[in-house]
């Protein structure tokens, strides 16, 4: 069985900037480029070097496979993009600050946006400067996502992972998914079995691959380690600590 490597994008410049971005295309960071070669460094220092790479179609994701598969002089592996990867959509609150939409509305609603299951931040308007209504990259949707929750990430990528990413993963391969906070949270709760509740404590640092050797159990994928192996735990604590104080 295949080894699975998730790694989320360096720190973007929205992230800098403490802004939702959810399916807005922003760059990296200086530091976010140095997050993603060092990612790419600990693949090798692991001996973990992708088969195949799957990304979203958002830049920072795409930006950081690059880097970090140049570093590992892997550069050259086939590559699958996919949509459902995205970061979680982030309705109308694509382009806010956190601490002041926090300050706006109270810690309660704001975790209930950014934590909860399944609650929608409200939906983004049509024609919105934010918006990815006409984007060609969308072209083939039935549908825009106008907002989404974590239940909504879920519902599209845990079929995308189990067809096309597993298919990979049966057949041996190692797998490099690099992705976003709430995609890998959708993946993480999905793979660890977390509970809806649960998932609310968990954090994705940026730019640390995050490791799951798996196994075939009666045809359903199971972590040989419950919650996988971050490359560099102490970072990956840090990073993941960073992110839940987001907003404040
Ligand atoms: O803004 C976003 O798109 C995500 C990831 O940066 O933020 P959060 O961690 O608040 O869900």
Not at 121 to 145: K, W
Not at 182 to 188: D, E, G, P, Q, T
């Amino acid at each position: 069985m295949g080894t699975l490597v998730l790694l989320r994008h360096g720190e973007s410049d929205w992230n800098a900037k403490n802004l939702f971005t959810g399916w807005v295309d922003v760059a990296l960071t200086d530091k976010g480029t140095a997050e993603a070669r060092r990612g790419g460094a600990l693949l090798v220092e692991h001996d973990l070097l992708p088969d195949v790479l799957y990304t979203s179609l958002l830049r920072r994701a795409i930006t950081t496979a690059n880097l970090a598969l140049d570093a590992a002089d892997r550069h050259w592996i086939p590559v699958k993009r996919d949509w459902r990867l995205n970061e979680r959509h982030y309705g109308a609150l694509q382009g806010k600050n956190k601490a002041e939409t926090k300050a706006e509305f109270g810690e309660d609603q704001f975790m209930l946006w950014r934590r909860s299951y399944d609650t929608p931040p409200p939906q983004i308007a049509v024609g919105s400067e934010f918006s990815q209504d006409v984007d060609p990259r969308y072209a083939d949707l039935d549908s825009v996502p106008m907002t989404e929750c974590l239940k909504d990430v879920v519902e599209r990528l845990i079929p995308y992972f189990e067809t096309e990413i597993a298919a990979d993963l049966r057949a041996g391969r190692t797998v490099l998914v690099a992705a976003h906070g709430n995609s890998i949270r959708a993946l993480v709760k999905h793979l660890d079995g977390i509970s809806d509740e649960a998932i609310a404590g968990v954090n994705i640092p940026t730019g640390i691959p995050l490791r799951y050797d798996l196994t075939d159990d009666g045809g359903v994928l199971r972590p040989v380690t419950v919650g996988g192996e971050y490359l560099d735990p102490e970072a990956a604590a840090a990073g993941a600590a960073a992110v839940a104080g987001q907003g404040k």
